[in-house]
């Protein structure tokens, strides 16, 4: 079982569309969450850190529950410029970094 | 535009060449690391190093070789690849190698071996 597990995709959605992305973790003592979004060819970049209180930046809002070692993403009113590969990932001691297997999204007109 | 910088974008060598990548970051940060990436798949750990000294490891096979000559700088020396270790290699910085501190990548480094 991988250690970090991603909703495979891809979703394919009408802009304006809402869309949560699930991820599951099995190691109990990783420390903090992140999720990333990947455009085709390029770098991941850190869209949101995770935290247990939930936390919201515009559009997205990410959870964490650590009881069911669950985090979520969820995309409010999905423009074309959010389609792209979004990667949960799960930091354990001294800086690993473990990712999830991405789940592509695809926002059309 | 990324805060980690790496060099060369792309690099296309031969099994028997050696190589270096390159990796600075000027943001402070004092935990750096190298990261493989196979296409339609995740990056995946390759080294980790913390105050320029080598902290993890992922039992990479030694024709890797990194090198942290300062606490801006990240190299990583190829020698005698293979095919399959073609790749995106991407390098990251987060102020510590720590609880909550978020990784932040440079635009990688894309590899073909002949």
């Known amino acids: 079982r991988k250690e970090v597990e991603q909703d495979p995709g891809p979703f394919n959605v009408p802009e304006g569309a809402t869309v949560a992305f699930n991820c599951t973790y099995s190691?109990?003592?990783?420390?903090?969450f992140f999720w990333y979004r990947q455009d085709c060819r390029k770098e991941p970049k850190l869209l949101m850190s995770v935290y247990s209180s939930g936390n919201e930046d515009g559009r997205f809002t990410a959870q964490l529950n650590r009881a069911s070692q669950y985090i979520s993403l969820l995309i409010r009113d999905s423009k074309l410029s959010d389609s792209a590969t979004y990667l949960c990932a799960a930091l354990n001691q001294g800086g690993k970094l473990i990712f999830g297997q991405g789940t592509e999204l695809s926002v059309k007109p | 535009d990324t805060e980690v910088t790496q060099t060369p974008k792309h690099l296309v060598m031969g099994m028997t060449n050696k190589k270096s990548l390159k990796c600075e970051q000027h943001m402070g940060h004092r935990a750096m690391y190298w990261y493989k990436q196979k296409a339609k798949k995740p990056p995946e750990l390759m080294f980790v190093?913390?105050?320029?000294?080598?902290?993890i490891n992922e039992s990479v096979p030694s024709r890797f070789s990194p090198e942290c000559p300062n606490s801006s700088l990240l190299n990583l020396h190829l020698h005698a690849l293979q095919p399959e270790d073609s790749a995106l290699y991407l390098c990251?910085?987060?102020?510590?190698?720590?609880?909550?501190?978020?990784?932040?990548f440079g635009d990688g480094t894309r590899l073909s071996i002949l």
């Open positions: 190093y913390s105050y320029e000294k080598l902290s």
């Open positions: 990251a910085s987060s102020q510590v190698a720590g609880v909550d501190q978020p990784q932040h």
């Open positions: 190691n109990s003592a990783s420390q903090s």
